[in-house]
């Protein structure tokens, strides 16, 4: 087992509506820490990860991180990441974190 860092872009509701009013290019990233057997099996968990933090953020099944396309990154850890969150392949991370900035979790 190997341990990599998953990185993703999105759009938060507020830069999504002035993308696409104002034409505005912003976005928001996240990383987490996975633990797999390999960098593919990480980087599958990691948009399934990608996905569900989307749809609790937009409070909508139907946003979808992947028809959105957004960017995202694999690659293992290379030096201790203190405080980071850290999952198995196949466990949901806690997401209260991540949702706090925009008013929920």
């Given amino acids: 087992m190997h341990t990599y860092v ?33 960098e593919e099996e990480a ?9 569900a933090f989307l749809k609790l953020l ?10 959105r396309n957004y960017a995202d990154r694999i690659e293992q850890l290379e030096k201790s990441w203190p405080g980071q969150q850290c999952v198995n392949a196949g466990v949901m991370p806690d997401f209260t974190k991540w949702l706090a900035p925009y008013g929920q979790g």
């Fill in 6 to 38: 998953y990185g993703f872009g999105y759009e938060n509701p507020k830069q999504l509506s002035g993308n696409i009013t104002r034409g505005w290019d912003d976005e928001d990233n996240q990383a987490i820490l996975i633990t797999a057997c390999s």
């Fill in 43 to 51: 980087l599958a968990w990691g948009r399934q990860i990608a996905e």
């Fill in 58 to 67: 937009f409070q909508d099944e139907s946003v979808s991180w992947q028809d």
